[in-house]
Every structure is written in C-alpha cells, then in structure tokens.
C-alpha cells in the first residue's frame, strides 16, 4: 500500500515537472479534433500566395508582432474596442497589411470544423506556411495555443524593439523568450522579404544623409522616399532587400555586411561586435542562416501561450467571443 502510494506521488511529481518545462503544446494537437486543420490552413496560404504574394510576408511579420508581445494568443488581430486600442493600431504595427486574408483562412478552417482551432494557431500555421511558400525552410510546430481576450496598446512598446533601438536592448528583449544572439541574428533576416516605408526611412535621409548608408544605395532610397516629411497616407516605400525582395534568403546579410540596411537595427546588426560573426556566417551560408531561423522561430511560437482551460477559440479573429458586445 505505502508503496503504490509512493508511485502515486512520484508519477504525480513528474506529471508536474513535465508541465513546468514544457509549453503545454504538442505536435498535431488538432489530430483527433480537426484533422484536416493543417492542410486547410496550408492549402489557404498557397491560394492567397498566388494572389498576392505579399500575404506571406505578412504572416511571417505577424509571428513576431503576435508572439513577442505577451504570448501567442492572436491579440494582434483583434481590433480596437470603444475603450481600448488594439496593438495592430499602434506606431509599431506600422504597414502591417492582409489581415482580412488572414480571416478568410479562419473561414475555411471553420466551415470545416467550427469552433475548434484557434486563431493564434493559424497565425502561428500560417506563418510557417508562409517562410515556406516564401523559399523558406520547413519548420515542425506545435499547436494547441488558445485565443486571447484582450488587446493592449499601451504594453506593445515594452516588448517590440522599435527602428532605431539599440542592439543591447533588442538582445534583452529576445533573450527574454530564451532566444540567444544567433537566433536574434537569423530572425532579422525576415527583413530579406517585404517593404519598409519612409517614415521610417527619412531620418537617415533628411537633413543630411546618414554617412554610415552605402552611398551606392541611397539614390534609390532619395527616388523613393522624396519627401522628408512623408504623407503617411501615400504608399511610399523601400524594398528591403532589392536584389532577392520575393525571396527569404540569407542575401539580406550580404546586404548589411554592404551597408545597405535600411533600418538602423539591421545596420548596427552588422557592426555590433556581439552581432557581427553571425551575421559573416550567416551571409557565407544559407544552411546556416535556415537551421537558426528555424531554432529562433519554434522558440518564438512557443512564447507563453495559452493553453488547456484559458482563453478561448475565437470565432472572427478580430473579435473575441463575449466582449465586442459589452465593450
Ligand atoms: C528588432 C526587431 C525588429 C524591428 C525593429 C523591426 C521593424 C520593422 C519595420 C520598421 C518594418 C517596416 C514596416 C513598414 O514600413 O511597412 C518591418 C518589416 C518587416 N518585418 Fe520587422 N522588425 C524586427 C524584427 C522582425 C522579426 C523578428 C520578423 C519575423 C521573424 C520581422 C518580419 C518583418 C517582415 C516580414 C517585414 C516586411 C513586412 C511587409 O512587407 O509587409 N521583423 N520590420
Ligand atoms: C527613434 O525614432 C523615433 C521616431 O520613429 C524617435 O521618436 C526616437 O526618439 C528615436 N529614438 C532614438 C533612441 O533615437
Ligand atoms: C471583423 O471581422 C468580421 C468578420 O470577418 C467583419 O465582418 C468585420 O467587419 C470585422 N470588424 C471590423 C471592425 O473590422
């Protein structure tokens, strides 16, 4: 008897243990569920990949704007309520676009199994899906994330470096999700896809043009972005990398080693000496620059989430279940 009771409490301790090392997520947690929820979600992406190849960059940018701040739990999707304003409305959320495509792929997944996956896995799924349709490598991750009730501005700034912030403190901020300097490295290389537009551009431009920008560049970035105090209702824009702009690879190294970053963090990325032989390795080598990637972005997706009883499963990803009502 006392030791069945002592099994009870070892196996009790490891149950625990278990629980505390672990995110609470698990590969294919919509196995029995929604076994379809995977190839829906990846079938949508390619769809919405022909169309607009844009919209994987977008899923890519969302991992982090998501996941980094607080928890994956979709808060970045919903939208402002009469008291509060979301975090996809603040400075930082800047030219974040194609969130209406992101709720056609909840759509799909919901005329097939309603009510069961969760926004902040599709966002997760389709980020994935996203690196991949983008030339990116094929990332394994695990699901089960819950949605998030509540959406807060005022919090984002703590979380997401800004443009300009320094390598010291964005360093912090990843380290805080357990993600070391290699990684930090490899995840900035999703700026080898997409566009940066002027406002955050023109105070390397006007009055004087920083020297530290490669000067075979900045023609372009002066074509670009005319105006030193841009209309921000005008789509105007850089691309970030102008030699591959469609293609995740590892280019945008290459790209910074040459001064040709545009923002200041991917310039000083380069010249940080924690920074910079990652940054060498990375440009020699796609491989490597892919294996820390991958590293980088499980580690991302698996930042806090929700799970078993918390949160929700929201039905519209912009809109949690109860409060858009009383809110
Ligand atoms: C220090 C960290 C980072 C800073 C300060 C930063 C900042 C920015 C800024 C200012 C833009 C331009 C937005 C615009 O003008 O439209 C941008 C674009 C983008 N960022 Fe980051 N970012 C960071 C890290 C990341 C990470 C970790 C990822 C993903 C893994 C990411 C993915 C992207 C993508 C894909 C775009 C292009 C989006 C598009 O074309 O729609 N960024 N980022
Ligand atoms: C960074 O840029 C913003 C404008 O986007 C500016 O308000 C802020 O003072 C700058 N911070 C630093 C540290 O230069
Ligand atoms: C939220 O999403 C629903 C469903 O996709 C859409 O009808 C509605 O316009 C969205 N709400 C806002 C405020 O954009």
New binding site residues.
């Given amino acids: 008897m006392g030791s069945s009771l002592f099994f009870l409490a070892l196996f009790a301790l490891s149950a625990v243990a278990k629980a505390d090392t672990s995110s609470g997520l698990t590969m294919n947690f919509y196995k029995e569920s929604c076994p379809q929820a995977e190839d829906i979600i990846r079938e949508q992406v390619k769809l919405l990949y022909k169309r607009h190849k844009?919209t994987a960059?977008?899923w890519?940018?969302n991992?982090?704007h998501d996941c980094?701040v607080q928890s994956c739990d979709a808060s970045l999707l919903l939208d402002s309520t009469r008291k509060t304003l979301s975090e996809k409305e603040t400075d930082r959320s800047?030219?974040?676009?194609n969130f209406r495509y992101l709720e056609e792929i909840k759509d799909a997944v919901e005329r097939e199994c309603p009510g069961v996956v969760s926004c902040a896995d599709i966002l997760v799924l389709s980020a994935r899906d996203g690196i991949v349709a983008a030339g990116g490598p094929t990332i394994a991750l695990k699901t089960g994330r819950r949605d998030g009730r509540k959406s807060r501005a005022e919090v984002v700034e703590k979380f997401?470096?800004?443009?300009n912030?320094s390598i010291s403190s964005?360093l912090e901020k990843f380290g805080a999700m357990g993600i070391d300097i290699a990684g930090v490295v490899a995840?900035?290389g999703?700026?080898s896809?997409?566009?940066?537009?002027c406002?955050?551009l023109v105070h390397r431009l006007y009055p004087e043009v920083d020297p530290a920008l490669n000067p075979d560049h900045v023609p372009h970035m002066l074509k670009k972005c005319y105006d030193p105090i841009p209309d921000p209702k005008a789509v105007q824009?850089v691309r970030?990398d102008r030699g591959t702009p469609m293609k995740l690879d590892n280019n945008y190294y290459r790209n910074i080693l040459d001064n040709k970053g545009l923002?200041m963090?991917d310039h000083e990325l380069a010249h940080d000496p924690r920074t910079r032989p990652y940054v060498k390795k990375m440009a020699k080598s796609q491989d490597y620059f892919f294996e820390h990637f991958a590293r980088a972005?499980t580690l991302?997706s698996e930042n806090n989430p929700l799970t078993g009883e918390n949160g929700e499963i929201r039905r519209h990803c912009n809109l949690s279940n109860k409060n858009h009502y009383d809110e």
């Fill in positions: 844009n960059f977008s890519i940018r991992i982090f980094a800047f030219g974040m676009r997401l470096p800004d443009h912030e964005v995840l900035l999703a700026h896809v997409g566009r940066t537009h406002v955050k824009y970030n923002l963090v972005i991302l």
